[in-house]
């Protein structure tokens, strides 16, 4: 299929040194809520980038809080994500801000959350996804769609029963602790906006432009 002739031209916003400071949290801030102001859907959807021993893989996991001490998502730990991020965590976050042409690019280090930070976390998910998580073994094949559905319908019987499901001790969440960020902002010509945040070792944050 030929596509070079599918052309865009970016010129909705810009990114000037100007109106941004040393801190990246508070520009991915700004640019998160303005997208999430878009109402479109999936406004938490990003991609994480594993390096694993098959080589790198990418998916779209959601956002589920974030601070200053990193951006959580969460999943199952035996999946290939989990598996990546046991062999090495450095991993990369990706969100695509398309309306805004802009998108985030982060670098950071793979940490698990708590066991309790896992259980608040579950416990207030739909009795339904409760069952779904204990019912799936993430990445792992499965005889049939018949087969998952028969062991999720009992599953959540027993849930229901008991008012709440259990969370598998492989269920649980990350939080990405960033060590770099890249805000880039589409420019007409081709000229794109590109900062680029780095920490030191003595913690703090700064930033330098980029060549589009
Ligand atoms: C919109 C969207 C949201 C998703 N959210 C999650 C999520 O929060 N956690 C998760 O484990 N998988 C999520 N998935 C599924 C993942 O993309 C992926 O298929 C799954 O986690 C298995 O990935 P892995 O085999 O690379 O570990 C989502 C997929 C889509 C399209």
């Given at each position: 299929m030929e596509l070079q002739n599918e052309r865009k031209v970016y010129q909705s916003n810009e990114l000037m040194e100007a109106h941004v400071g040393n801190n990246p949290f508070p520009l991915f801030t700004q640019w998160f809520d303005a997208f999430r102001a878009l109402q479109t859907d999936d406004a938490t959807a990003m991609t994480l980038a594993t390096a694993g021993q098959k080589g790198p893989s990418a998916r779209i996991v959601l956002l589920k809080n974030y601070s200053t001490e990193g951006f959580e998502f969460f999943t199952q730990y035996t999946s290939i994500k989990g598996q990546d991020i046991d062999k090495d965590p450095r991993?990369?976050?990706?969100?695509?801000?398309?309306?805004?042409?802009?998108?985030?690019?982060?670098?950071?280090?793979?940490?698990?959350?708590?066991?309790?930070?896992?259980?608040?976390?579950?416990?207030?998910?739909?009795?339904?996804?409760?069952?779904?998580?204990?019912?799936?073994?993430?990445?792992?094949?499965?005889?049939?769609?018949e087969a998952l559905l028969d062991s999720?319908?009992?599953?959540l019987e027993g849930c229901i029963e008991r008012g709440r499901g259990i969370r598998p001790a492989s269920w649980g969440g990350y939080r990405i602790v960033p060590t770099a960020f890249e805000f880039w902002q589409g420019r007409p010509g081709r000229l794109h906006d590109r900062l680029y945040y780095t920490l030191s070792e003595d913690n703090t944050w700064s930033f330098i432009r980029l060549a589009p």
């Open positions: 991993v990369s976050l990706l969100f695509f801000w398309r309306e805004l042409e802009r998108q985030v690019s982060i670098q950071g280090t793979a940490v698990r959350l708590t066991d309790q930070e896992n259980d608040e976390y579950f416990y207030t998910r739909p009795i339904e996804s409760q069952a779904g998580a204990m019912a799936s073994h993430q990445s792992h094949p499965v005889a049939s769609r999720y319908t009992t599953l």
